[in-house]
């Protein structure tokens, strides 16, 4: 089910938009189990822009990508139901474009509600219309003055993840059937930037082990900002602790105790900022900063 979704199938998506809406969720609103495929209405995204659904590898180079969800109200966000596979989300961006350069700009947008899978979450995977090749990754990527009060996080507030699995069909000698053939494209090179920034984000329980505010699972942007962020935690439980880690050997390459980020996997040459962040625990005497 969806507020609004933006997405192309047969012909290129290099600008899109989603400005000054208002989507409110009817939680009553929901189907569990639909005819042909019983899982497909179980999940919820507020608004979603979905780039290159079908894969497609296009004959001529794309013009740079322009994507902009700004000053949007999303009310009422809550998970349909607790065995929704199919995710629950705030604003979802997904990027399966092969090479082409692109900025994403999630900016000044109120969210409120009782649940959800994720808030923001932002996903890349340019391996697979590349054809197994080596894609662009990430483009510059700005989530900033977006103000969050949403109670109940099942996996995490803001994610981003750059994936670089190639899946293809193959014929297996054995069974002479189709099957899946999964590899893993490992970035070379780095490419655009992740900024997230004075943005004000509230939650009560989370329920993932991972007690991120901002959790980005591996990228190869070259840059890397969490500036000027305030992250209020209302379930007396403290925001949980993470280092930055080399993608190569898994090395500490910068000391970030006091940010509570999760940010893994990264290319060696990452240049990664975060200051100025507020974290607070609903309980006297644990701020963090």
Same mark, same amino acid.
């Given at each position: +089910? !969806? ?12 600008? @899109? ?21 019983? #899982? ?6 507020? /608004? ?32 349909? *139901? ?37 808030? /923001? ?7 697979? #219309? ?36 190639? @899946? ?6 054995? &069974? ?13 090179? &780095? ?10 984000? &509230? ?17 190869? #942007? ?6 000027? !962020? &305030? *992250? ?11 280092? /930055? ?7 500490? /390459?910068?000391?970030? +105790? ?13 240049? @990664?900022?975060?200051?100025? !962040? ?12």
């Amino acid at each position: +089910m !969806n507020g609004i979704e933006v997405y192309n199938r047969a012909n290129p998506m290099t600008d @899109v938009i989603i400005r000054n809406n208002k989507v409110t969720q009817d939680p009553n609103s929901k189907l569990e189990n639909d005819d042909d495929d019983p #899982a497909r209405y179980r999940g919820y995204t507020a /608004i979603s822009i979905l780039t290159n659904e079908k894969n497609h590898k296009w004959t001529k180079p794309l013009d740079k990508g322009r994507y902009v969800i700004s000053n949007n109200t999303i009310e009422g966000l809550t998970k349909p *139901f607790e065995n929704g596979q199919l995710g629950t989300f705030g604003i979802l961006f997904r990027n399966n474009e092969s090479s082409n350069d692109y900025s994403l700009n999630i900016e000044g947008n109120t969210i409120t509600g009782d649940s959800t899978d994720y808030i /923001i979450s932002v996903n890349n995977n340019t391996a697979q #219309a590349s054809r197994g090749v080596e894609g662009g990754g990430s483009g510059d990527i700005t989530i900033s003055r977006n103000k969050i009060e949403v109670d109940d996080i099942k996996q995490l507030p803001i994610y981003i993840n750059d994936d670089t699995t190639y @899946v293809a069909s193959v014929i297996d000698r054995t &069974t002479g059937k189709r099957v899946n053939k999964v590899t893993k494209v490992p970035f070379t090179k &780095t490419r655009g930037s992740i900024n997230i920034d004075n943005n004000e984000l &509230t939650v009560s329980k989370i329920k993932s082990r991972w007690k991120n505010a901002v959790a980005i699972e591996s990228t190869n #942007a070259a840059t890397i900002d969490v500036n000027s !962020n &305030t *992250f209020k935690y209302k379930d007396n439980e403290p925001w949980q602790r993470y280092d /930055i880690t080399r993608k190569t050997d898994g090395a500490v /390459i910068k000391d970030l +105790m006091q940010a509570f980020f999760g940010i893994n996997r990264l290319n060696d040459t990452v240049k @990664v900022t975060a200051t100025d !962040n507020k974290f607070i625990a609903d309980t006297p005497n644990k701020w963090f900063l």
